[in-house]
């Protein structure tokens, strides 16, 4: 592919007339080569390339994304990423410190989030006790708060479309940072007949890292009985099985009350009734009336063989499948 038909070009100002976020700065290659120590260190991987590790100035610890030369379909998300970035502040977003566009050479660079992703505490590959519930629900809350500044306070509003543990980000004190928004698109102001349609996009993007934080599973999983996540959840909430649901890890120390909220809440996200949704303000305020739950929780263990007093919505059928992520 030729180089110009893969440049980006960065609109230095906004829709409205205010000016970018002028700490994002444009570094050349070789900066970003001395920043990696000549891309040591890898962090993860990726469609579009590989993220390293480095540091600006030697005390700011960065990652850095850089594309693959051979990924096409890695540009196109690589360049969403950039114009979604450049225009965007939010404390549970992760912060562009800069990027390079030099003869071929893309690369973004982000703050660095020293305790990995959610799904690394969530499998134990980070070591350490697991997650205690009221710090998963903090980080879901969190990154609610991200979504719902995507979909209500940019312009156009914006909808994320892949956000999964794995795009969860932690920094040094465990606050969620939501990454990768390569997929994500805008949305216009819709007209009435297709804004039940809307509101289901904007509300899956918080299903999933609900049900992946509660429940420890991978989206997709041939072996279960249902092999999507909502589906296998709504399966198995149909037979009343909750301890089943919940991830093992956890020990059952938890308030169930608060859990069978959750869980509820997620479920209402897809409710085949478009009146029945909550929008994602609500969604953040019931999960934080969980977490008060949590906290308010007594010592010694809960008898899981009790019902919550949360009546579960049942119309969350297994036929309710949404696109794997």
């Not at 938890?254 to 949704?277: D, M």
Request: overall charge neutral; charged content about 25%; aromatic content about 6%.
């Amino acid at each position: 592919m030729r180089h110009e038909k893969r440049t980006i070009r960065i609109q230095h100002e906004l829709p409205n007339g205010r000016s970018i976020n002028r700490q994002t700065k444009r570094f050349t290659y070789s900066e970003v080569v001395a920043f990696t120590d000549n891309f040591e260190r890898v962090l993860g991987e990726g469609g579009f390339g590989v993220v390293y590790h480095g540091s600006l100035n030697g005390t700011q610890p960065i990652a850095v994304k850089l594309l693959s030369q051979s990924s096409v379909q890695g540009y196109k998300e690589f360049k969403a990423e950039v114009e979604l970035l450049l225009r965007v502040h939010h404390v549970n977003l992760v912060s562009l410190v800069g990027y390079c566009d030099e003869e071929g050479h893309l690369a973004l660079i982000y703050e660095y989030a020293p305790n990995g992703d959610l799904k690394q505490h969530l499998s134990g590959e980070r070591g350490g006790s697991p997650l205690k519930w009221s710090s998963r629900l903090k980080i879901v809350i969190e990154t609610a708060q991200g979504l719902e500044y995507l979909h209500t306070g940019c312009k156009p509003p914006m909808v994320h479309r892949d956000v999964k543990t794995t795009n969860i980000l932690l920094d040094e004190h465990f606050h969620a940072k939501l990454a990768d928004f390569g997929l994500s698109r805008s949305f216009p102001i819709l007209e009435v007949k297709l804004m039940c349609q809307q509101q289901l996009l904007v509300l899956l993007d918080i299903l999933i890292p609900i049900l992946e934080t509660i429940t420890s599973q991978p989206v997709i999983q041939q072996t279960r009985e249902r092999s999507h996540i909502a589906a296998w959840v709504g399966y198995m909430l149909t037979k009343g099985d909750i301890e089943n649901v919940v991830d093992p890890r956890l020990n059952r120390e938890y308030e169930p009350t608060s859990v069978w909220k959750a869980l509820e809440i997620a479920i209402s996200c897809v409710n085949s009734s478009s009146e029945k949704r909550p929008n994602m303000s609500q969604v953040i305020n019931e999960l934080k009336e969980c977490l008060t739950l949590e906290n308010s929780r007594q010592g010694g263990r809960p008898d899981m063989g009790s019902k919550s007093s949360v009546e579960l919505s049942m119309s969350f059928t297994t036929e309710v499948t949404p696109s794997a992520r």
